[in-house]
């Protein structure tokens, strides 16, 4: 498993019930994060780290509601409620995650101006975050995927590996997601379409 790492997406405890942007039954997939963590000679977590006033957050649009989209340079853009704030509670990982045996922590979200769902660029899908690179030089082939949200971070992240030439696989019952209109099952048809392996 020297050429495979486990990259774990944004186990914040924004994202676990409580939390800001709080996803269904977030947290229980901790225990069997954990468990991949222990098992990957490999691994890379992510987390979202924006700054206060971020211009994903509908706070800052005036009249907007969160998860109402807008138009933006680079596309269509979800306004969400604010979260994973830079130092915040809520940025921290959830508190049962096993995370120190982590090689890597990728921040992402941290220009004020441009979402970043994915591990592996921003939402103009052309500024890197610097993972992909990363695993390049590590040798590493393979990527395996869990965490939060299956369709919107980790789906995204799933599909730029593989435009970064990884093989790359879901855990999915270590994923849960937000499921926006829709969204879990077009990212679904979506990964297994650009051949992602969904476990």
């Not at 006033?53 to 009249?63: C, E, V, W």
């Not at 992909?132 to 590493?140: A, C, S, T, V």
Request: contains cysteine.
């Amino acid at each position: 498993m020297a050429d495979k790492a486990l990259i774990v997406i944004d186990v914040q405890n924004d994202f676990c019930p409580g939390g800001a942007l709080a996803v269904d039954g977030g947290d229980e997939i901790v225990p069997l994060v954990n468990h991949l963590i222990s098992s990957h000679d490999h691994v890379v977590l992510t987390q979202d780290w924006h700054p206060a006033g971020h211009a994903s957050f509908a706070s800052q649009h005036p009249g907007r509601e969160p998860f109402e989209t807008i138009e933006v340079d680079y596309g269509p853009q979800t306004l969400w409620p604010d979260h994973c704030v830079q130092g915040s509670k809520g940025a921290e990982f959830h508190p049962d995650l096993e995370w120190t045996r982590a090689e890597l922590v990728i921040r992402k979200g941290f220009r004020p101006e441009i979402d970043s769902y994915s591990a592996f660029f921003e939402n103009d899908h052309t500024t890197p975050t610097g993972l992909g690179g990363y695993l390049n030089e590590r040798g590493i082939a393979e990527v395996v995927l869990a965490g939060l949200a299956t369709d919107y971070c980790v789906g995204f992240s799933a599909l730029d590996a593989v435009k970064c030439g990884f093989k790359v696989s879901v855990v999915m019952p270590a994923c849960r997601a937000i499921d926006l209109n829709g969204s879990l099952a077009a990212m679904t048809d979506t990964m297994r379409a650009a051949g992602v392996h969904l476990l």
